[in-house]
């Protein structure tokens, strides 16, 4: 059983900068492949970028460019920048962990974490 644990949310102006964080229980990080989602009211969650176990990263278009997602491995944790922020980024961001691809194994959800763009 792995638990993911999220922190970092909160209110920030639009424009700005937030760096979010998931601390994982057990270092997975060499086999699974962490992501962040976000689900915003009367939405549905939505892929925000993934790493894989080699490093490889991939975003969504809609925050290509604004967002950066990086791990630290000494302390088994993913973090997810967000920079330039709009009032559509508001949502709650979950943490994600997920086998590779035609891999089966379990899936790994946080409990997630508010961000509000507001001024």
């Known amino acids: 059983q792995v638990q993911l644990v999220e922190s970092g949310g909160g209110l920030v102006q639009p424009g700005g900068s937030l760096r979010l964080s998931c601390a994982a229980s057990?270092?997975?990080?060499?086999?699974?492949?962490m992501g962040w989602y976000r689900q915003a009211p009367e939405k549905q969650r939505e892929l925000v970028g993934t790493i894989t176990s080699g490093g490889s990263t991939n975003y969504a278009d809609s925050v290509k460019g604004r967002f950066t997602i990086s791990r630290d491995n000494a302390r088994v944790t993913v973090y997810l920048q967000l920079n330039s922020v709009k009032p559509e980024d508001t949502a709650v961001y979950y943490c994600?962990?997920?086998?590779?691809?035609?891999?089966?194994?379990?899936?790994?959800w946080g409990q997630g974490t508010q961000v509000t763009v507001s001024s």
């Open positions: 057990k270092n997975i990080f060499g086999f699974y492949v």
């Open positions: 994600n962990a997920r086998p590779p691809p035609l891999i089966s194994g379990k899936e790994y």
